[in-house]
């Protein structure tokens, strides 16, 4: 991790970018990689940990096998992303290898209610949707 960090730690403004390459590495930002990254950059741990938390695209544990995202945006709200969102959320309550975080527009609103699925963006989406991509996956 120092090896990433030094590699962008003479450029103005290297913290994002050292971030995004860490992430990219090692699939999230760890507790130990922040301390790191701010004694290369000279920060606080406050501010390495600051922007970690304030960009959702950092993830600071490793991610599960697979992801649902649910478009939780007005537009999607207005054709049922709330009713898919709570049926989501309990439809995969009891797998731990499933994460379901909610996004605020992936710009699909005339196909609402939109869900990525494993990166994959899908329309019109109900629960059944859901439910038969899970079909796909193994245990």
């Known amino acids: ?35 790191e990254i701010a004694d290369v950059l000279n920060l606080s741990v406050a501010e390495v940990h600051g922007t970690v938390s304030f960009y959702h695209d950092f993830r600071r544990s490793p991610a599960a096998d697979h992801e649902v995202q649910i478009c939780r945006a007005e537009a999607c709200q207005a054709v049922g992303a709330a009713d898919l ?12 290898d499933v994460e379901v975080r909610e996004v605020f527009c992936f710009g699909n609103c005339a196909l609402g209610p939109s869900a990525s699925i494993d990166g994959r963006l899908r329309g019109h989406v109900t629960i059944d949707d859901i439910a038969t991509a899970e079909s796909g996956w193994s245990r």
């Open 85 to 96: 969102w709570a049926a989501t959320e309990q439809h995969f309550a009891h797998r731990e």
């Open 1 to 35: 991790m120092r090896v990433i960090a030094q590699r962008y730690a003479r450029e103005r403004g290297p913290l994002l970018e050292i971030l995004h390459a860490v992430q990219a590495e090692h699939g999230h930002i760890a507790d130990e990689d922040v301390a």
